[in-house]
């Protein structure tokens, strides 16, 4: 049961363009809502996260959107950099402290 | 502080044979976690500690499976009679505090990639 889903596997974006990144979930019981990126041969490395009790969070080029009703949350990046070329995974959390992840999301940034 | 350490960072071994990796937290993290990631999926939840004591295990965990943190500080994680299932990237990550809701952040390591043959 995949309780974290991310249903497209890729995504190409030419540099100084929006990148959007979805993800949906089923689990209710879920609070807390984090993204991770993944360069190769490397470990994820945590990017932005959001509470439950948001809608919206913004980190520089970075912002979340959280849409509890359709346990749905989307992350953008704007202006999309070359760098930003990564697989990006969806990760949520509830009353325990794992993460649960998504399959993730291969972004490529063209110039 | 170097971040999280995993050795070694590949192995290749044949089926049926016994496999330990090692993890060193960043050294002021007290919880510790595994996780297992293959091809085309996401990391997977395996267990995880808060210091020495291990709170969770995660029931895709098999009995072949076994994960120590004996003071507190590196953890081990080893693989008793493997399978080419078990190939896998194992990744380790931890902590200053509760993740999730607790606002901590989970630091990666860069993992080891397991080959069974």
């Known amino acids: 049961d995949q309780q974290v889903k991310q249903n497209s596997p890729s995504l190409s974006v030419q540099e100084g363009r929006i990148s959007i990144l979805n993800c949906d979930y089923t689990n209710s019981m879920f609070d807390y809502f984090l993204w991770y990126k993944k360069y190769p041969a490397e470990g994820p490395t945590f990017l932005i996260s959001?509470?439950?009790?948001?809608d919206k969070n913004e980190d520089g080029r970075f912002t979340v959107f959280l849409n509890k009703s359709a346990k749905h949350l989307s992350l953008h990046i704007v202006p999309s950099q070359p760098g930003d070329s990564a697989v990006y995974f969806c990760?949520?959390?509830?009353?325990?402290?794992?993460?649960?992840f998504g399959t993730g999301t291969r972004l490529q940034v063209f110039p | 502080d170097t971040g999280v350490s995993q050795d070694p960072r590949h192995k290749i071994t044949k089926r049926g044979q016994n496999v330990t990796f090692r993890c060193d937290p960043i050294?002021?993290?007290?919880?510790l976690y595994w996780y297992r990631q293959t091809l085309g999926q996401g990391p997977e939840f395996l267990t995880y500690f808060q210091n020495e004591a291990q709170l969770e295990k995660s029931r895709l965990l098999s009995d072949r499976f076994s994960a120590e943190r004996p003071k507190g500080s590196f953890s081990t994680l080893e693989i008793q009679r493997t399978e080419q299932g078990d190939s896998a990237m194992y990744l380790c990550?931890?902590?200053?505090?509760?993740?999730?809701?607790?606002?901590?952040?989970?630091?990666f390591g860069s993992g080891t990639q397991l080959s069974v043959l």
């Open positions: 990760a949520a959390s509830g009353n325990t402290d794992k993460l649960i």
């Open positions: 050294s002021e993290h007290n919880r």
């Open positions: 959001i509470s439950s009790i948001k």
């Open positions: 990550a931890s902590s200053f505090g509760r993740t999730g809701q607790g606002g901590e952040k989970l630091f």
